[in-house]
């Protein structure tokens, strides 16, 4: 279930999550996104979903940590223009990519905003991937390292059905329910 739209690529990688500024070329783009169908799930709700990826830093000193913002937008699983400037439903989490930091591979729990969407019978979600505006010069830059031979090098959202009585969804029953 998976659904890919990114505006820069090579052999190498397929997006570079720059913040933009006089200083960048302007063919950098700030956000990159990737879309799901969840038409395909058969699971009933209430369900589990972790949102995986793998993220490197900027090869260049002095850097800061780059601040990383992964928001939930509502999908319309088409490549276009709309992708890169939909309102988020929200903000899912902030990841912080030191230079020359090694592929790291991070884990989000997004179950919240999937079990929305789906509740509301949207059968689509999107994740965008964003420097923070407020980010300073020295901390504008993240890597995908993403081929499009090879999906499990993508985010991959991962869904699975919630355990009866999980409330806070850690896949076991304990007194945090």
Known sequence: IHRATVTEANLNYE???TLSNEAVESSFESRVVWEYDLSVL???????AELR???????RFPAEAAPVSVYAYPADLLEGAEDFSS??????GIVYVEPYQ???TYTLSVGAVVNDTLHQGVKRIGFRFQIDPEAPPGANQAFFDALDSDKLTKPQLIINAAVPGDADQDQDVDLDD
């Open 87 to 92: 309102q988020p439903i929200g903000l899912v």
């Open 53 to 59: 990826f793998t993220l490197r830093g900027a090869p």
């Open 102 to 104: 090694a592929p790291t």
């Open 42 to 48: 058969s699971t009933a709700l209430p369900v589990t």
């Open 15 to 17: 997006g570079s999550i």
